[in-house]
């Protein structure tokens, strides 16, 4: 059984050896590109050799592959369609992301800050500025008049300022050590 099934092996590699200069031939007739068609062909190959148990012996090896061959680059034009060619990087680089571990620490920051505001600043701004309610609407739940609610998320803002230690807006977000790092990833 071993000598039938080494013959068998045998004869497949001649048949697909054999079937090479014609397999390139097609390969670079739809490529038109000499090394592309040689990564066609040897993609051809390796799935022919993985799938040799499929192959029926004294049928045509030459149809087998280019009907592989044929299958492969079409595979390869779909797949391209999907894909974004980033040869120097340049998609890669954006999108970088900062790492997690500084919003935690930002987001603990904020709450601790926002838990030493007085209660109807922290009201304030929690409906305006985290739940999305416009000044009137807050005014509304609160039941206070629309100025007193715009007065209660200045002050809270401005202290919320403070005690972050924030003294420009481009302060939020990664620190400036980050940005660095990603903006020199991008210009490269």
Known sequence: MTGSSDQNERDFKREMLAALPNLRAFAISLIRSRDRADDLVQDTI?????????????????????????NEFYSQIRKSGREVQDTDGAFTAK??????QNGSVDLQDFRQALAQLPDDQREAILLVGASGFAYEEAAEICGCPVG?????????????????????????????????????????
């Open 46 to 70: 390796m799935k022919a050799w993985a799938k040799q148990e499929s192959y029926q012996p004294g049928t045509n090896m030459r149809a087998w592959l280019v009907t592989i061959l044929r």
């Open 95 to 100: 999108l970088s992301v900062p790492p997690e």
């Open 148 to 188: 007193t609610i715009k007065s209660r998320v200045s002050r809270a803002r401005l202290r919320l300022q403070e005690l972050l230690g924030i003294e420009d807006e481009r302060e939020f977000g990664p620190d400036a050590q980050m940005t660095a790092v990603t903006t020199s990833a991008i210009l490269r």
